[in-house]
């Protein structure tokens, strides 16, 4: 779909997205939770094409959680084979397709080779001016806004920062999302209906739709009709619309 499409017009101008459902997917189908990783990367790059397509400026994508490390060894080691395969084959997609990416999350506890993949990806990518493309890898939104928290202190104690000056523009700065405006949008597959201590500080205003659909079945038609939900939406930040007022 070009650009210049309808769907263009409003637009969020940063989506969200909560992957969920692949272990339920393969189950339905009688297969491995390993199945439904497998499909679930199919998804990720029928979304990423999408966004491309239809000019959407971020788009953020929940791979792997700071809780995701307790699930067993043997999945957890599948999907980080999977991670290095989406970086070492993707990359250079990303950058033919204009995309800059990048990871949210904690950068010492993932496998050194993924971890230098991972900013070779950021590296190649860095120049281009199309999709921000964020990958929250080994994310968890309250470890997040605690660093910062901690930066903060760091700073006060140092007497670079005086407590009084601290604002939200300045603490939002400290968090990973820092140069990216907050999701307007934040899409969760796989009908559960939580945030998974997924960016609690920059959904403060953002719509959320929840869908049943497992996200292995969450493809380019399926992106499509959830943008329109967000069109369709009456955001009043806590003011009253004007006709409303009397
Ligand atoms: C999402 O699917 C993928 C990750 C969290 C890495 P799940 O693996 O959580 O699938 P369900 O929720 O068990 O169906
Ligand atoms: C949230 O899904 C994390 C990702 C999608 C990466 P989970 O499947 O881990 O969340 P819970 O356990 O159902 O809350
Ligand atoms: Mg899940």
Excluded at 77 to 82: A, D, E, K, P, V
Excluded at 119 to 133: F, M, Q, V
Excluded at 161 to 170: G, H, L, N, W, Y
Aim: net charge neutral.
């Amino acid at each position: 779909m070009p650009r210049s499409d309808a769907s263009n017009a409003g637009l969020p101008r940063h989506v969200a997205i909560i992957m969920d459902g692949n272990g339920r997917w393969a189950r339905q189908r009688g297969l491995p939770r390993s199945a439904g990783h497998v499909a679930g990367v199919e998804s990720v790059r029928a979304v990423v094409r999408t966004a491309v397509d239809i000019g959407l400026a971020n788009l953020t994508l929940y791979a792997f959680s700071t809780e995701n490390w307790k699930r067993p060894l043997i999945e957890v080691n599948h999907l980080m084979t999977l991670f290095r395969g989406y970086f070492r084959k993707d990359v250079r997609q990303l950058r033919d397709m204009n995309v800059r990416m990048r990871i949210i999350g904690n950068r010492s506890r993932a496998a050194e080779d993924i971890l230098s993949m991972i900013e070779e990806g950021e590296k190649l990518t860095e120049g281009n001016t199309g999709l921000n493309l964020a990958f929250a890898f080994d994310y968890g939104a309250q470890e997040e806004i605690v660093a910062a928290a901690r930066n903060f202190a760091c700073a006060v104690k140092e007497g670079t920062v005086d407590p009084e000056s601290i604002t939200v523009e300045s603490f939002s700065k400290q968090l990973q999302t820092g140069g990216m405006p907050d999701p307007d949008f934040v899409i969760r597959t796989s009908g559960e209906r939580r945030l998974s201590n997924f960016l609690l500080f920059q959904s403060a205003y953002s719509e959320f739709l929840f869908l049943d659909t497992m996200w292995p079945d969450f493809r380019r038609a399926e992106f499509l009709a959830a943008l329109e939900h967000f069109v369709a939406r009456d955001r009043r930040f806590g003011t009253v619309a004007p006709e409303a007022v009397a």
